[in-house]
């Protein structure tokens, strides 16, 4: 039961906040850094102790559980958010001063990551469904928090979409139950390879399962609520929904890709090349937008659009090199999104202003904060020396292997392109921010306090650390990825 | 002993770069770099005189970056790696005096300026094509710093330009690797040519060619790609100047270099490419030299077309393969000996402008009159690009040329387009003539217009002036004695170069090869008067510039395309694929659910009106709202889950 501790303490422990009512500064910040820094100790106990323990909960009628199992992508995904989490929440506690009512800011955020989690964690399609609605609802209460009518408005076309795409998912789900396959996932997947007149029909059903599922991941085509839900929601929120929210959409995938139908039933099918294609669309599509928007943080919520389907992507190669650049990009894009919004935030924060073209100028004014925006830039850009060049190069190997024919190849040039228009729409601005012309530049200093320096440092390091010295992320998604084929 | 000291040559200015957080004295700054500076150039200059010892020994650094970096000392790279070496303790010892006038963001300056030197020796170091491109990429953009640094207009529309080149160049560089290593199975440059000799001709490795090919060539200032260099090389400071026209267009070289010598060797095809843009840049480049009016423009287009010179020797290397000596001798030397000469030439433009803060030809005009000492170096680097008989770049571009004639006398037939492409090689020469004469003359020749207030014992310190003299003394020494100078040198790269090494000794000096020279001069000085004196320098406006610069391939077609063309196309099928649920959306509730209103909010974000809020408000509402719809979605699982039930019982 401790290993569940990840899972459900975070919930009471977040919930618990609106009862609590903390007025002072102080006493939250030792509240959620306490609560968070506990939780992070907790899910490393609980993912290396306990690792490949299985747990069921609940036990309902009609073979329905409620079951946990750590295994390694398990491991995989908990231990990212359970590690950037925290840095997020410490960068909030200064940031939420301004958007008010922290408590109740607090409680869902600090709860939404116990059912990221539970995501993590689940066994089976029932307990994944039901963690995946869970915190599309918690952090619903994110997006709406400053309760204006647009953030409303935003809100609400978040949770539809996420309801809609479960619900997809959930025609999957009650499509798996009806075939009498086992729904606890297992690896190399539960469906036989003989399946004969089946095939047309699950094809169509992981079609729409991953569909459902991928518009957490902002996949085209149910991606539309990422760029209305970002630039609504405070900073730290969108940080956490793009940089890690979206993350359970690929979770979901992997687990219906490998743990139910199995990699190599789909080899080949056109399901698998239905997915790739609309990831290559999704990929094209999301840095082409960003590349026009003009709003910070819409920008960079179509740029979360395009980089997560560079996961997907990987994840519908089916081979091992792609899965391991799937899950390096997981990791690298959880970073660099996370640096991304939060230096946003920053800037939000201190200049109250939100267009791109207000950073312009701002490096005299901001050195750290764009500093760490450089860095995190190049590394989506896939610069070398920074991560993002080490997942973009095992996508590469992944796309380029025998057997993935020419939509590897169309899929691998998509990338370059879309890595190209990267660099149009994050280096130019570090270009227009450093280098402005002299006697433009802005002279006031807006650089903000610790609380939020400390966490982009502590990422922005990590970025970098990872693009020099790598190996360990490596050989952990490799040993994942050739676990799970 | 190598294992340690080449990562660390290469490392080590890239650490360097965090200096200048730490050493805020700016003089103390600038020794320690001069230092660092003069310690590689010394560890170059002793690996390359050693480098046949060296020759099979690879150094893998296998942590780093994931895949690791590896490097090898080869005969053209460490000689390269040399030449970078003395551009940078050359430059180095400049920017102390030549940033005297404006210290802004000099910190910063250094800091990428020590990077780009790490990434540069990077790629000339390196093993495989992976470490090539890593190098490569930090370079680009560490120099991009470079470039930039003045942040006036001009500099940041060079920066633009730059930076482009950069990003695009970079990722073509990086998809053309992609696509060799999986058609060769490796990037191991010294391999290369044995792993893809199966797959000359065929479309992939052409393709993967043409891509590694267009992000080196895009840096080596190639036609069509050349945009940025003109305007990157006036924009940069002098010292940065000198740094980019002298070794980073040489790594753009070097991978042309590896990629029609090593991955396509000995294809026709592609040797025929290199030799048809070669020529274009040679010729385009010598043309807009000779109506620049802009000092380090001049020198900047006389860059570009020096490249084409030296691409001319690369594809008549793979032209001749084996027997290619000649040519490949001309490559290399004119690599360095350009190497050598922009040194000199672009820290003289440094010394004329921190003097004078211009450098139109029409305000530093005379400048140098009463100034002996950089009069006689300014010259002794001019005759050396100009292919003066005494000097280097005479050397270099004899072997050019004599690789040309060498080609036509071997093949008596079908050479008609080889003897145009002899006549333009010295018309070029002769353009280089007539540019040079023109720039000696307009600052060492002429009376000034305006009245330049220096002291002419003071306008330079002594250390630049031990630095050019030194420069030149070379660039004389090499031109005098080439056959104990850069005779050896040649050999030294023979084997990169993949041909035989010469076993006679070209007789220089002989008649034929010096009428190809006078050829050249003569040429030059019918250009310089008849065209330059005629028609390029008025009575009233001094000198004229009559092209508009405006009219650029990078103006009219590239930016267009790149920055209006295809974003449009591309953001307008975008923008359809981004709203088409969010439209599906609508037209499903306008068909299906009349009575539902979906406000345009929803589709747009824009606030509700009062009329909406009113609605909102009313009791009817509550069948639209989240909570009930919520409510008759868990309606609908229940009644599955009584289905599931049911059908439970049922079995």
């Known amino acids: ?485 | 002993m190598i294992n340690f000291l080449l990562p660390i040559m290469v490392f080590a200015p890239i650490l360097f770069g965090f200096a200048p957080l730490f050493i805020k004295d700016l003089k103390k700054l600038n020794l320690s770099i001069v230092a660092l500076c003069i310690v590689e150039l010394a560890l170059c200059g002793w690996l390359f005189a050693t480098n046949h010892h060296y020759e099979g020994m690879i150094v893998a650094v296998e942590w780093f970056s994931g895949l690791g970096v590896q490097f090898e000392i080869n005969g053209l790279g460490i000689l390269q790696a040399l030449a970078t070496s003395v551009i940078w303790v050359g430059s180095s010892v400049f920017s102390d005096e030549y940033f005297d006038h404006d210290k802004t963001y000099l910190h910063r300056y250094y800091a990428f300026y020590c990077v780009t030197f790490g990434a540069t020796l990077g790629i000339f170091l390196a093993y495989d094509l992976f470490t090539v491109f890593v190098f490569f990429e930090v370079m680009s953009f560490a120099s991009y710093a470079l470039v930039a640094h003045n942040q006036d207009d001009d500099s940041i529309a060079a920066g633009n330009s730059y930076l482009t080149v950069a990003v695009l160049g970079g990722l073509v560089v990086l998809m053309g690797i992609f696509m060799l290593n999986s058609i060769a199975g490796t990037l191991v440059i010294s391999q290369l040519q044995a792993a893809c000799a199966p797959y000359v001709g065929t479309p992939a490795l052409y393709a993967a060619g043409f891509m590694v090919f267009f992000g080196f060539a895009a840096k080596a200032g190639m036609f069509p790609l050349h945009g940025w260099l003109p305007k990157a090389h006036p924009a940069a400071p002098a010292p940065a100047s000198a740094a980019l026209s002298g070794i980073l267009i040489k790594a753009g070289v070097y991978g042309v270099i590896v990629v029609t010598l090593k991955i396509l060797s000995g294809n026709h095809e592609w040797a025929m490419l290199m030799l048809i843009l070669g020529v274009l840049t040679m010729f385009v480049g010598a043309v807009f030299a000779l109506m620049s009016i802009n000092l380090k423009e001049t020198l900047a287009y006389s860059s570009m077309s020096q490249i084409g010179f030296i691409i001319i020797g690369v594809a008549m290397t793979s032209l001749l393969g084996d027997h290619g000596a000649i040519p490949a001798y001309g490559t290399v030397l004119h690599m360095i000996n350009h190497t050598l000469i922009k040194l000199v030439l672009f820290t003289s433009a440094g010394v004329v402008y921190q003097n004078t803060h211009s450098l139109d030809l029409n305000k530093v005009q005379g400048f140098g009159k009463d100034k002996t000492f950089l009069k006689v170096v300014f010259a002794i680097a001019a005759m050396g690009i100009m292919g003066i008989p005494g000097f280097n770049g005479y050397i270099s571009k004899t072997l050019l040329h004599e690789g040309i004639v060498e080609y036509i006398h071997l093949h008596h037939t079908g050479v008609e387009l080889f003897k145009i492409i002899e006549a333009i090689f010295l018309l070029s020469g002769g353009f280089t003539v007539a540019y040079m004469t023109k720039l000696f003359i307009c600052i060492f020749v002429k009376d000034p217009v305006v009245t330049h207030h220096k002291n002419p014992h003071d306008y330079m310190s002594k250390r630049t002036a031990v630095v050019l003299g030194t420069v030149a003394t070379v660039i004389s020494v090499f031109g005098l004695f080439p056959h104990a100078t850069l005779d050896k040198i040649a050999a030294q790269t023979a084997h990169f170069m993949g041909v035989h090494p010469l076993d006679h000794s070209v007789h220089y000096f002989n008649f034929t090869n010096l009428k190809g020279g006078l050829i050249s001069i003569t040429i030059g000085v019918i250009l310089y008067i008849g065209v330059v004196r005629n028609m390029l320098i008025k009575q009233d406006r001094g000198y004229i510039n009559p092209y508009n610069k405006s009219w650029t391939v990078e103006n009219k077609i590239f930016r267009p395309v790149l920055f209006t063309v295809l974003p449009f196309v591309g953001g307008f099928f975008s923008r359809i694929l981004d709203v088409s649920m969010d439209v599906a959306v609508f037209v499903i509730n306008r068909l299906f659910c009349k009575s539902v209103e979906v406000p345009d909010t929803f589709l747009y974000g824009k606030p509700e009106t009062e009329a909406d809020i009113a609605r909102r408000n009313s009791k009817v509402h509550i069948t639209r709202s989240l909570a009930y719809s919520l409510l008759l979605f868990g309606l609908g699982l229940i009644v599955t889950l009584i289905y599931l039930l049911v059908a439970e019982f049922r079995i």
């Open chain 1, 1 to 485: 039961m401790f290993t569940l501790f990840p899972v459900f303490f975070p919930v009471l422990a977040g919930l618990a906040m609106l009862d609590l009512k903390i007025s002072k500064f102080k006493d939250r910040e030792k509240y959620i850094m306490g609560v968070l820094g506990l939780n992070f100790v907790l899910t490393l106990v609980s993912n290396f102790l306990f690792a490949d323990t299985h747990l069921t909960f609940a036990k309902f009628a009609g073979g329905i559980e409620i079951a946990f199992h750590i295994d390694s992508v398990a491991v995989f995904f908990s231990t990212i958010f359970a590690f950037i989490w925290p840095l997020v929440g410490y960068f909030s506690l200064e940031y939420m001063k301004h958007e008010g009512e922290e408590n109740r800011f607090f409680a869902y955020f600090i709860a939404s990551l116990g059912g990221l989690t539970g995501v993590a964690y689940a066994d089976n399609l029932v307990t994944l469904y039901l963690f995946f609605e869970a915190m599309s609802l918690l952090s619903y209460v994110l997006v709406v928090h400053s309760r204006t009518n647009e953030s409303l408005l935003a809100g609400r076309k978040y949770i539809y979409y996420s309801l809609f795409g479960a619900s997809l998912g959930l025609i999957g789900i009650f499509y798996f139950y009806s075939t009498g396959w086992d729904t606890a996932f297992t690896r190399g997947g539960v469906v036989p390879m003989e399946l004969g007149g089946r095939m047309p029909m699950l094809s169509l059903m992981v079609v729409l399962a991953v569909i459902g599922f991928g518009c957490k991941g902002g996949m085209f085509p149910l991606h539309a609520w990422l760029p209305t839900a970002h630039p609504q929601a405070p900073a730290p929120a969108s940080s956490v929904l793009s940089g890690l929210i979206t993350k359970a959409g690929v979770i979901a995938i992997i687990r219906i890709v490998y743990f139910t139908v199995g990699a190599d039933v789909l080899r080949g099918t056109s399901a698998q090349y239905i997915l790739l294609t609309l990831s290559i669309v999704t990929i094209f599509m999301g840095s082409m937008l960003a590349y026009k928007e003009k709003v910070v943080k819409k920008r960079l919520a179509y740029s979360t659009v395009s980089q997560v389907s560079y996961v997907i992507f990987g994840l519908m190669l089916l081979n091992t090199a792609g899965v391991t650049g799937a899950l390096l990009q997981v990791a690298f894009h959880a970073l660099a999104k996370n640096v991304l919004f939060l230096t946003a935030g920053a800037f939000i924060y201190k200049t109250g202003k939100t267009l791109v073209s207000d950073m312009y100028a701002m490096g005299k004014s901001m050195p750290k904060t764009l500093a760490c925006f450089t860095v995190a830039g190049l590394s989506l850009v896939g610069v070398p020396m920074t991560a993002g060049f080490v997942s973009k190069w095992y996508l590469a190997q992944g796309a380029l292997q025998q057997g993935s024919g020419i939509i590897g190849f169309i899929g691998i040039a998509t990338i370059m392109v879309s890595a190209l228009l990267t660099g149009g729409y994050l280096v130019t601005v570090t270009a227009k921010a450093f280098f402005a012309k002299r006697g433009d530049e802005v002279q006031e200093s807006f650089e903000p306090n610790n609380y939020m320096i400390i966490p982009l440092a502590v990422l922005t390091v990590l970025i970098v650390l990872f693009g020099i010295f790598p190996t360990p992320v490596i050989a952990v998604a490799s040993a994942i990825a050739q676990h799970i084929i």
